[in-house]
């Protein structure tokens, strides 16, 4: 658990938590930038990486796997500056998230795999990070994912198409070049930013349409 104290200000539900999970599935940049810009908006971030996360955490930015304590406090802080950061392993079925009883504004995956989306889509519980995403959906809580894979088989689609008709927001990692980005970075931002739409969150991390001739 990686822990600090925020002074941002409750929701209407009284709480600014958000269930965080990421996957193995490309794109781990992404997940990491939601957790950061979060933190740096002073709101309480739970987070549960499944092994196949950590996996692409080692193999796309490098992270110590091994030492996941360490590489999480390297990336966020141990305190984070700002925000609360509460880590937990991925078969931690027993943890506070896996219950309907803990309150949170709702749950984001990013990324997230094919695998772990069927997982939802069929409504298997097998780790800490799809019972999660479970509680979310019977709790009436917002659900978001991001899947990273192409191409996209019948399966694939079929499994967001049932998602979504239950009202999880899908947003395939699909950025877009309006914004004219310069560096890798920027096209990070703008799907992170798109996510951050979805749940709700202000934020500047990409220039919005027609935002130059207003």
Known sequence: MVGGIGAGGPDRAGVRRWVIGMTGASGAVYGVELVRALLEREYEVHLVISDAGWRVLKDELGWNAARRGDALAAAFGNPPERGV????????????????????????????????????????????????????????????????ETPLSAIHLENMLKLARLGVRVIPAMPAFYTRPRELMDVVRFMVGKVMDQMGVDHELYPRWGEAHE
Do not use: W
Not at 97 to 125: D, E, K, N, Y
Not at 126 to 141: F, Q, W
């Open 85 to 148: 950061l509460v880590h937990y392993p991925p078969n931690d079925i027993g943890a506070a998230i896996a219950s309907g009883s803990f309150r949170c504004q709702g749950m984001a995956i990013v990324p997230c795999s094919m695998g772990t989306l069927a997982a939802i889509a069929a409504g298997a519980a097998d780790n800490l990070l799809t019972r999660a995403a479970g509680v979310a959906l019977k709790e009436g809580r917002p659900l978001i994912i991001v899947p990273r």
